[in-house]
């Protein structure tokens, strides 16, 4: 007889096999293949190559080779238990991408382009990884590329870009998400420093982190300054975020400072006020609308092979008109996000991307990877609420990209301000309509 389960009735006599680890999915359910083995790409439709440099397509297909063969098998398991998967950090680091679009440094100077590619290949495949790679890159990497000064950017981006210093960036506090400007976190000077008092939250990377980015309002000037803070320093804590439904191998923290020292050479030199931060922001919801992308590519090839695979009435789901129907929306959407996403690309690297733009693009793109993982959700039936099919996963993993760098409904104010001259961010008085 099987040991009965804690707190559970004592009369209770559970069946031999209670206990048994469930079957391997390839067993279970032997008619599809899950992604584990990653599909093929069968989600440039419209032939997106054509628009990529040479360098800009070696970049692609480095990317795709690696995650297919080195995180596709492990991703379901490591998002399943909530956990990173520390061992493939050196396996992303040779892909030679980190640091992106920083010129010099031991960084790969790539083109916004090949930076957004590689994003959306990473997650294609697994949200998560491209998420770590992200917020290390584009956020605390270009954060003290942009605004650091020059010994800061001698001493901490080589390490940085061979991910052997892994980084985060702290903006968001647990009162103040969508109006970050408004952040309470403090920093006062003291003699041969800073000392930061406060609590972040949802911070990326955090729990593990060597480096963390930390935004804080200058108590003498009030505006919002940038501060280095070292893992381990006196005073701060982190601890992780439990019970995510999305992005579950990303480890989000939430961090307090009491008391933190930060001496002067840590103090981001040339950033002063919230304006700076938008710097870095503007690159990286460029790369964040390229997330979506990714991952609505892995549905869709993961759906077209399961439909192939998968039989039903004596032929296989693919063969179905309301199956190709979904099947080529899912397609269509695709194309013309990759399509938006290269127009954002473009537009930074020619100097006319305004913050509308960035924001119009990442808010409907993630808004039509909503739609693509639904359908995808729906195609895949049963399995399709299970992580072992990416599906479900995928679905869930779009929450918080939906969600994070300006939500839906903020970016599309962003946009909204800009083509109106009308910023409706916070309430009006309250006022007669007569």
Same mark, same amino acid.
């Given at each position: 007889?099987?040991?009965?389960?804690?707190?559970?009735?004592?009369?209770?006599?559970?069946?031999?096999?209670?206990?048994?680890?469930?079957?391997?999915?390839?067993?279970?359910?032997?008619?599809?293949?899950?992604?584990?083995?990653?599909?093929?790409?069968?989600?440039?439709?419209? %032939?997106?190559? !054509?628009?990529?440099?040479?360098?800009? %397509?070696?970049?692609?297909?480095?990317?795709?080779?690696?995650?297919?063969?080195?995180?596709?098998?492990?991703?379901?398991?490591?998002?399943?238990?909530?956990?990173?998967?520390?061992?493939? &950090?050196?396996?992303?680091?040779?892909?030679?991408?980190?640091?992106?679009?920083?010129?010099?440094?031991?960084?790969?100077?790539?083109?916004?382009?090949?930076?957004?590619?590689?994003?959306?290949?990473?997650?294609?495949?697994?949200?998560?990884?491209?998420?770590?790679?992200?917020?290390?890159?584009?956020?605390?990497?270009?954060?003290?590329?942009?605004?650091?000064?020059?010994?800061?950017?001698?001493?901490?981006?080589?390490?940085?870009?061979?991910?052997?210093?892994?980084?985060?960036?702290?903006?968001?506090?647990?009162?103040?998400?969508? !109006?970050?400007?408004?952040?309470?976190?403090?920093?006062?000077?003291?003699?041969?420093?800073?000392?930061?008092?406060?609590?972040?939250?949802?911070?990326?990377?955090?729990?593990?982190?060597?480096?963390?980015?930390?935004?804080?309002?200058?108590?003498?000037?009030? %505006?919002?300054?940038?501060? *280095?803070?070292?893992? !381990?320093?006196?005073?701060?804590?982190?601890?992780?975020?439990?019970?995510? *439904?999305?992005?579950?191998?990303?480890?989000?923290?939430?961090?307090?400072?009491?008391?933190?020292?930060?001496?002067?050479?840590?103090? *981001?030199?040339?950033?002063?006020?919230?304006? !700076?931060?938008?710097?870095?922001?503007?690159?990286?919801?460029?790369?964040?609308?390229?997330?979506?992308?990714?991952?609505?590519?892995?549905?869709?090839?993961?759906?077209?092979?399961?439909?192939?695979?998968?039989?039903?009435?004596?032929?296989?789901?693919?063969?179905?008109?309301?199956?190709?129907?979904?099947?080529?929306?899912?397609?269509?959407?695709?194309?013309?996000?990759?399509?938006?996403?290269?127009?954002?690309?473009?537009?930074?690297?020619?100097?006319?991307?305004?913050?509308?733009?960035?924001?119009?693009?990442?808010?409907? *793109?993630?808004?039509?990877?909503?739609?693509?993982?639904?359908?995808?959700?729906?195609?895949?039936?049963?399995?399709?609420?299970?992580?072992?099919?990416?599906?479900?996963?995928?679905?869930?993993?779009?929450?918080?990209?939906?969600?994070?760098?300006?939500?839906?409904? &903020?970016?599309?104010?962003?946009?909204?301000?800009?083509?109106?001259?009308?910023?409706?961010?916070?309430?009006?008085?309250?006022?007669?309509?007569?």
């Amino acid at each position: 007889m099987a040991p009965v389960p804690a707190n559970s009735d004592k009369n209770l006599t559970m069946p031999s096999y209670f206990n048994l680890p469930a079957l391997d999915v390839s067993v279970a359910f032997p008619q599809a293949t899950p992604a584990s083995t990653f599909p093929p790409c069968a989600s440039d439709y419209f %032939q997106f190559d !054509d628009l990529l440099t040479p360098e800009e %397509q070696a970049i692609r297909k480095k990317v795709r080779e690696c995650m297919e063969k080195e995180i596709a098998p492990i991703m379901t398991q490591y998002w399943e238990k909530a956990e990173f998967p520390f061992h493939a &950090i050196p396996k992303l680091a040779a892909l030679g991408i980190t640091g992106s679009t920083i010129k010099g440094y031991g960084c790969p100077g790539l083109s916004v382009t090949g930076s957004a590619v590689a994003a959306a290949e990473i997650a294609r495949v697994d949200a998560s990884c491209s998420t770590f790679i992200l917020v290390h890159s584009c956020l605390a990497m270009l954060t003290i590329a942009f605004c650091g000064s020059e010994a800061q950017k001698r001493k901490y981006l080589p390490s940085m870009a061979q991910l052997q210093t892994i980084g985060c960036w702290a903006l968001t506090e647990p009162d103040y998400g969508s !109006d970050a400007s408004s952040l309470k976190t403090t920093a006062t000077k003291v003699e041969g420093g800073w000392i930061l008092e406060g609590q972040k939250r949802w911070i990326g990377n955090s729990t593990f982190a060597d480096l963390l980015i930390i935004f804080a309002r200058n108590t003498t000037t009030n %505006q919002i300054n940038g501060y *280095i803070v070292k893992k !381990d320093a006196p005073g701060l804590t982190v601890t992780k975020i439990e019970n995510k *439904i999305g992005l579950r191998i990303v480890q989000n923290g939430d961090i307090v400072l009491r008391k933190v020292f930060v001496p002067d050479e840590d103090r *981001i030199a040339e950033l002063n006020s919230f304006q !700076d931060t938008n710097k870095v922001l503007a690159v990286s919801r460029v790369m964040v609308a390229w997330q979506p992308i990714g991952i609505s590519m892995g549905i869709y090839d993961m759906c077209h092979r399961y439909l192939k695979e998968r039989k039903q009435f004596g032929a296989p789901l693919a063969a179905f008109q309301i199956n190709q129907q979904k099947l080529v929306q899912m397609l269509s959407n695709i194309q013309a996000m990759i399509l938006v996403g290269w127009r954002l690309c473009k537009l930074y690297e020619c100097g006319k991307l305004t913050p509308g733009h960035a924001s119009l693009g990442k808010s409907w *793109i993630s808004l039509r990877a909503r739609e693509t993982a639904a359908l995808g959700r729906e195609l895949l039936g049963g399995n399709g609420i299970l992580a072992d099919f990416l599906v479900a996963k995928a679905f869930c993993d779009l929450e918080p990209i939906y969600t994070y760098e300006g939500t839906y409904d &903020i970016n599309t104010l962003v946009t909204g301000r800009e083509v109106t001259g009308f910023a409706s961010f916070k309430p009006v008085a309250q006022r007669s309509r007569l």
